[in-house]
């Protein structure tokens, strides 16, 4: 498929990975003390939100299952999308709400319904109630396409009540997000070791790491930023990678030449089936992410990127994909 031929956001990158666009600006500057209300604290992108916070001295409330140790700047609130006292108890003095908790993937489609749609339902009426104005929530771009796949279209439905919510929004459609602590790139980083990444029908994807995310984030904390907008962040690449050049750069990433072969769906169909044989409940590779991977086109729109006053990103893909694979390594997932 020939390279995606809309025009370039951002200047020219250099060699080394970073332009001075993407150089790391001073915290945003919230002026009075400032408290975000944060679902998926203890996820991937969550995690990556609370360590942005404590940089910049943000106070978080932060929604968790299970207790969780102290920590400087955080408020834990034991509970769950479920639990409508919970999550009014989250949201008591808060001056906004980043909702990044979601159902990603499950054996049972018929849960993202409920995760994903009555979950933010549920959460806003608990914000309303508790007098937070500003809304920031976090879809995917999958809800571009929701007859793709029922994750895309619960979040799709999702947005939609965002939209009408009344509140101060933003609503935030990130691409493929990868770095420390993520176990589903994880999984290219690791067939990449042994030569092989199998992907997806020729298309093109964009990328973004998980820490430019959570600055993103939280730069679009305060009331009156963006408004209404619907913003597509990535690492800056125009046109995004085709997806053999990104097994490429993660082959490179762990010092290994890959072989990068394209799967047909079809092909991905039964390799679904497998690992739902192999795996169970726990399998990555499902019949609905299939849905999503064989489309062509997952690159954020330019028209849609976050304003320039408000965010850049500073990670380009191939430093930061050498990144995650040194933080893998250290860890012993590698």
Known sequence: MPRDPRPARRPAVGQIGLCPARRRRAPRSYGARVIVALTGATGFVGQAVLDAAERQGIEVRALTRRSQEQREGVTWVEGSLSDSASLERLCQGADSVIHVAGLTN??????????????????????RAAGVQRFVFISSLSAREPSLSLYGASKAKAEGFVETSGFDFTIVRPPAVYGPRDKDMFELFRSAKYGVVPVPPRGHTSIIHVDDLAECLLALAPAGVAPGATLEPDDGKAGGYEHGELARLIGSAVGRKVFAPHLPKPILKLAARGDRLLRGDEAKLTPDRVGYMAHPDWVCRPERAAPPEVWTPRIFGPQGLAMTARWYEREGWL
């Not at 489609?109 to 549920?122: I, K, L, S, W």
Request: zero cysteines; charged letters at 25%; proline letters at 9%.
């Open 106 to 127: 499950t054996p049972d489609p018929r849960q993202f319904d409920v995760a994903n749609v009555e979950g933010t339902t549920r959460l806003m009426d608990a914000a």
